[in-house]
């Protein structure tokens, strides 16, 4: 195990270089650097979703305490603000998830 990170960001041009496919130029791209293929996707895409801020909404073992109200768009209960969500009482996360087209891939 080395302390390499497990994603290198890439821009298109070299996600489309070392996939050999034509992809979203719009999407972020990350290649996997695990060499073992523990993923099992050299291409991944960012993903992105709101929820709770765990700073200011109380939960019980993955139950809210308390009457939060939900979010409009994104649904989640947001919190009564606090410095970890900027007093917004929701947060905005991301992670590198296997590209789509790694499956549409598969599929062909
Ligand atoms: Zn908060």
Same mark, same amino acid.
């Given at each position: 195990? #080395?302390?390499?990170?497990?994603?290198?960001?890439?821009?298109?041009? +070299?996600?489309?270089?070392? #996939?050999?496919? $034509?992809? +979203? $130029?719009?999407?972020?791209?990350?290649?996997?650097? +695990? #060499?073992?293929?523990?993923?099992?996707?050299?291409?991944?895409?960012?993903?992105?979703?709101?929820? %709770?801020?765990?700073?200011?909404?109380? #939960?019980?073992?993955?139950? %809210?305490?308390?009457?939060?109200? $939900?979010?409009?768009?994104?649904?989640?209960?947001?919190?009564?603000?606090?410095?970890?969500?900027?007093?917004?009482?929701? $947060?905005?996360?991301?992670?590198?998830?296997?590209?789509?087209?790694? %499956?549409? +891939?598969?599929?062909?």
């Amino acid at each position: 195990m #080395t302390d390499a990170p497990l994603f290198k960001p890439v821009n298109w041009k +070299d996600a489309e270089a070392a #996939t050999g496919l $034509r992809l +979203d $130029r719009r999407r972020c791209y990350a290649l996997s650097q +695990d #060499t073992d293929q523990t993923f099992g996707h050299l291409l991944h895409e960012i993903a992105t979703w709101v929820e %709770s801020c765990t700073g200011c909404h109380e #939960t019980f073992e993955g139950h %809210s305490v308390g009457d939060y109200p $939900r979010h409009p768009k994104h649904g989640c209960e947001i919190g009564a603000g606090c410095e970890e969500c900027g007093y917004t009482g929701v $947060r905005r996360h991301s992670w590198w998830v296997p590209s789509s087209i790694n %499956s549409e +891939d598969e599929a062909a």
